[in-house]
């Protein structure tokens, strides 16, 4: 019986869960085979009280039994980035050439997935997920595909043998498109996301980020059920 | 003249001063080529005073104009290590095996070249110093030159194109004995540097780190400046 019991017990993932859509859909996949343990950043974001109660109301759907907000005082400090610093303007409406758009917040998810990649190893963890995509994303250069698996290499050289902590990142070749369709599949509540790199109430729809959420639902032939102005 | 002025002024570049021995000695090959700026961790070590006095003195000693200290408060609550946690011991005289010691600090290099690399690329410094040295070490994954040469390629991939951001660590092949020698010739002032582990009036003496610092010392001919218990 012991054995059964051991058998049926799921392994733990780590999942970066912003509260944006992508990061709402990984949660899910992840769920399917394993325990989620949510991980969360403030980094002194904009959006960042929007963020939390789209983190905490994912948890709560998710019934997420274990989780951690991990405060980075310091990358506002060192940003640099119009996402962080309010004296710089929001790119509204950008042309998309291959130009790293202001928003770009200098090596930041090397932070972030370090971090995620440190708790792993203490708490023994195996998997983390991440809700980069280089498809329809802005063009950061830390959301490809080559980045990721420099990353897991990185992982492999800098932490002990038997960690073997991998870095997942399952919409990684999807368009926005696809991974609306793939969350409603999952039943994704999408009502407590958030993308929007300006407003807190009402989406701006034009930053990036909800032009490229608005795309994802339109192509998609759904409607998004979250408010815009 | 003024093209001879610029050709004069040196490029800038951070370098990750500790406090120990190893980074003193690379700030000063580093302030031969460079204008330094320095960057140092508070993440919640047992001798964090120390390593702070340590730096302080460093920065005054070179002159060092620019410089930050990140606190990280989170890497306590996720560590997991001796080097942190007080309710674990600091392992003494251990024998030198091919295990990683209690005191590693899971990905925790990660985490601060990732912190250095954001804030070479938010100033446009293309230079990072790093004291990590492969031969006589502790052993930590993060200190070898394949995990150096991954998070090389990493930055390539992670950041602005025209960033060019590259981490050095000149004293990756080098053992104590040499490192000392090229401190004493660089005329590094030891006796403001700490190695110790786990005291922050006299080193132990015992702990992993006091015994490679004798050991330099020892096999070059020199006393080492600080106390012992």
Chains 1, 2 share one sequence.
């Not at 399952?170 to 958030?194: A, C, D, H, S």
């Not at 490229?212 to 998609?220: D, E, I, Q, V």
């Amino acid at each position: 019986m012991i054995r059964k019991a051991e058998k049926i017990k799921k392994e733990s993932a780590i999942v970066l869960v912003s509260g944006g859509m992508d990061s709402a859909v990984i949660a899910a996949i992840a769920i399917k085979k394993f325990t989620p343990i949510f991980l969360h950043f403030n980094y002194g974001q904009r959006t960042v009280k929007k963020e939390l109660w789209s983190f905490n109301k994912l948890k709560e759907y998710y019934g997420v039994k274990q989780s951690k907000t991990v405060d980075i005082p310091y990358l506002k400090e060192i940003g640099a980035s119009s996402l962080l610093d309010t004296k710089m303007e929001i790119p509204l409406d950008r042309a998309h050439t291959s130009k790293i758009p202001s928003t770009y917040v200098p090596f930041r998810n090397t932070q972030l997935l370090s971090i995620a990649v440190s708790w792993a190893e203490s708490l023994g963890v195996h998997q983390v997920f991440y809700g980069a995509n280089q498809v329809d994303s802005s063009g950061y250069p830390d959301c490809r595909e080559n980045y990721l698996k420099a990353f897991n290499k990185l992982i492999k050289l800098g932490t002990k043998p038997e960690s073997r902590i991998k870095i997942t990142a399952p919409l990684i070749k999807m368009n926005k498109n696809e991974i609306v369709r793939m969350g409603i599949k999952l039943g994704v509540p999408f009502q407590y996301t958030w993308s929007c790199y300006k407003n807190t109430d009402r989406a701006c729809g034009h930053c990036d980020s909800c032009k490229l959420r608005l795309k994802g639902f339109k192509s998609a032939g759904i409607s998004d059920p979250i408010k815009y102005e």
